[in-house]
């Protein structure tokens, strides 16, 4: 039974956190399912691959309900979204694959620096110029908020593939669904509105998912039984998020995020030396 309640509340608030800030919850999933499994063994059976592939699994739903939910206030650039794929896909794939090498130490000394590298990224993301590269007509398109301020974009489509592999093959590697990457992409480099930035990375992080849980299922990567009721507690917890951040200053949203991200990735570091 307690077993049951942790899996819940770690779907449900994962979920409501990742589609909230467009980042999945993969982030949360990985370690606690780490932490519970392999450390006091209220889990059986998890190490950092099968966390991985069941995080990756749940991550299909996440995105899936958000994007939904996102859909419905035309928070979602499917044109630039498409864009995005053609390098995630392939990425998510090869990093499911890799996937396999990881051990515990390094999983966590590897995680937790990626943790801190996104809380930096969150943290500047407001202060860095736009770059000049992206500023062509060409690729330019308008998007304009429920309050009526309108923002300028730009997606270059050979950078966007490039950059997307990379993100991709971290997706597959760590089970976190690529929004923790995407949504500081899509804000800092491409200049996306911030709910637009969200909405769209939660479509990304659907189908990255789904191709990096397809190499996750293949190894046999995924606790099913763990999975299922995860899955029905994100279905819930992903509206939750989608319905606060329509209500929320996403400025406060960031701030928590990047806080529990700094210290999360701080605690693993140094759980890799000990």
Same mark, same amino acid.
């Given at each position: 039974?307690?077993?049951?309640?942790?899996?819940?509340?770690?779907?449900?608030?994962?979920?409501?956190?990742?589609?909230?800030?467009?980042?999945?919850?993969?982030?949360?999933?990985?370690?606690?399912?780490?932490?519970?499994?392999?450390?006091?063994?209220?889990?059986?059976?998890?190490?950092?691959?099968?966390?991985?592939?069941?995080?990756?699994?749940?991550?299909?739903?996440?995105?899936?309900?958000?994007?939904?939910?996102?859909?419905?206030?035309?928070?979602?650039?499917?044109?630039?979204?498409?864009?995005?794929?053609?390098?995630?896909?392939?990425?998510?794939?090869?990093?499911?694959?890799?996937?396999?090498?990881?051990?515990?130490?390094?999983?966590?000394?590897? =995680?937790?620096?990626?943790?801190?590298?996104?809380?930096?990224?969150?943290?500047?993301?407001?202060?860095?110029?736009?770059?000049?590269? =992206?500023?062509?007509?060409?690729?330019?398109?308008?998007?304009?908020?429920?309050?009526?301020?309108?923002?300028?974009?730009?997606?270059?489509?050979?950078?966007?593939?490039?950059?997307?592999?990379?993100?991709?093959?971290?997706?597959?590697?760590?089970?976190?669904?690529?929004?923790?990457?995407?949504?500081?992409?899509?804000?800092?480099? =491409?200049?996306?509105?911030?709910?637009?930035?969200?909405?769209?990375?939660?479509?990304?992080?659907?189908?990255?998912?789904?191709?990096?849980?397809?190499?996750?299922?293949?190894?046999?990567?995924?606790?099913?039984?763990?999975?299922?009721?995860?899955?029905?507690?994100?279905?819930?917890?992903?509206?939750?998020?989608?319905?606060?951040?329509?209500?929320?200053?996403?400025?406060?949203?960031?701030?928590?995020?990047?806080?529990?991200?700094?210290?999360?990735?701080?605690?693993?570091?140094?759980?890799? =030396?000990?």
């Amino acid at each position: 039974m307690l077993t049951i309640i942790c899996l819940i509340l770690i779907g449900a608030l994962s979920a409501i956190l990742g589609s909230l800030v467009g980042i999945g919850g993969g982030l949360i999933i990985v370690p606690t399912l780490i932490y519970l499994g392999v450390e006091h063994d209220l889990l059986h059976g998890i190490t950092p691959q099968i966390a991985i592939g069941t995080s990756s699994v749940i991550l299909i739903v996440t995105g899936l309900s958000s994007t939904f939910g996102y859909m419905k206030s035309k928070q979602v650039d499917f044109k630039n979204g498409s864009i995005f794929l053609f390098g995630l896909l392939p990425g998510s794939l090869i990093g499911s694959v890799l996937s396999r090498f990881l051990t515990l130490n390094s999983f966590d000394l590897y =995680f937790g620096i990626f943790l801190i590298l996104v809380a930096v990224l969150l943290i500047i993301r407001n202060k860095i110029k736009p770059i000049q590269l =992206f500023n062509k007509e060409k690729y330019r398109r308008s998007y304009t908020d429920n309050e009526g301020v309108t923002y300028h974009y730009n997606v270059p489509p050979i950078f966007a593939f490039v950059a997307t592999l990379f993100i991709g093959i971290l997706t597959g590697l760590f089970g976190i669904g690529g929004g923790a990457l995407m949504t500081p992409l899509m804000l800092i480099v =491409f200049r996306f509105p911030p709910h637009l930035a969200v909405g769209t990375s939660m479509l990304m992080i659907f189908f990255s998912s789904l191709m990096s849980s397809l190499g996750h299922m293949v190894q046999g990567h995924v606790a099913w039984g763990y999975s299922l009721v995860l899955i029905i507690s994100s279905i819930i917890g992903a509206q939750i998020g989608v319905r606060i951040n329509r209500t929320i200053k996403s400025d406060t949203v960031v701030l928590l995020l990047r806080t529990v991200l700094l210290i999360m990735g701080v605690y693993l570091i140094i759980k890799s =030396f000990l």
